[in-house]
């Protein structure tokens, strides 16, 4: 079993619509979570990242960190066709050291 | 604003070749990763220096080997070339910060990638 488990999609939406990408992961000693969006061909980049439990909202992304339930979550509202990317979960338990990536969901979202 | 920097972006060898892939960090960033990304898969820690010593290893394969030089600049070196080593391998920068109880993340900046084809 991953460390880290993230559904794959791939998950396709129409535009405005409220996306909701999900990771779930074994390791409790990891404290840092990360998103993020990698367009084909490129490298990924770095969407948002929490610290710990709770919430952090930026623009139109909300991140979600439910420790107890080794569950993190991230909200796209008022989704556009340029957010269509795969979006890939990373959490570590240092910063910076060892990040484990989940498997990425790749997101269409449909004019 | 200057970016991570990978060449070649694409390498093709043939089996039990060498390869060589090059990293050029962000100008004062300390610490280079790099990973390694198979075909619809998720990016893979290889391997991380910080101050041109190694400071974490993945899961790096022995037949691979890596180096910090003192520009910071990092180098995969690849030997006995094995067709299931074809991926983008990806570098990525970051200040470092090392220890619990940091709440503030030091990003690692991905470069562009090298996509290696092994035939």
């Known amino acids: 079993q991953k460390e880290v488990e993230q559904d794959p999609g791939p998950l396709s939406v129409p535009e405005g619509a409220i996306v909701s990408l999900n990771c779930t992961y074994s390791n409790s000693a990891f404290q840092y979570f990360m998103w993020y969006r990698q367009y084909s061909r490129k490298g990924p980049e770095l969407l948002m990242y929490?610290?710990?439990?709770g919430n952090k909202e930026d623009g139109r992304f909300t991140a979600q960190v439910d420790k107890s339930s080794k569950y993190i979550s991230l909200f796209i509202r008022d989704s556009q066709p340029s957010d269509s990317a795969t979006y890939l979960c990373?959490?570590?338990?240092?910063?910076?050291?060892?990040?484990?990536f989940g498997a990425g969901t790749r997101l269409t979202v449909k004019p | 604003a200057a970016g991570v920097i990978q060449s070649p972006r694409h390498l093709i060898k043939e089996k039990r070749e060498t390869a060589t892939l090059k990293c050029y960090p962000i100008?004062?960033?300390?610490?280079v990763y790099w990973y390694q990304q198979g075909p619809g898969q998720d990016p893979q820690f290889l391997i991380s220096?910080?101050?041109?010593?190694q400071s974490d290893k993945g899961s790096i394969p022995d037949r691979f080997s890596a180096q910090q030089f003192s520009d910071y600049h990092s180098e995969l070196n690849m030997s006995s070339l094995e067709l299931g080593d074809s991926a983008l391998y990806f570098c990525?920068?970051?200040?470092?910060?090392w220890g619990p109880g940091q709440t503030t993340l030091y990003e690692q900046f991905f470069g562009p990638g090298t996509r290696l084809t092994v035939l």
């Open positions: 100008p004062r960033h300390d610490t």
């Open positions: 990525a920068s970051s200040l470092s910060e």
């Open positions: 220096f910080y101050e041109k010593m």
């Open positions: 990373a959490m570590s338990q240092y910063n910076n050291n060892d990040m484990r």
């Open positions: 929490t610290y710990s439990s």
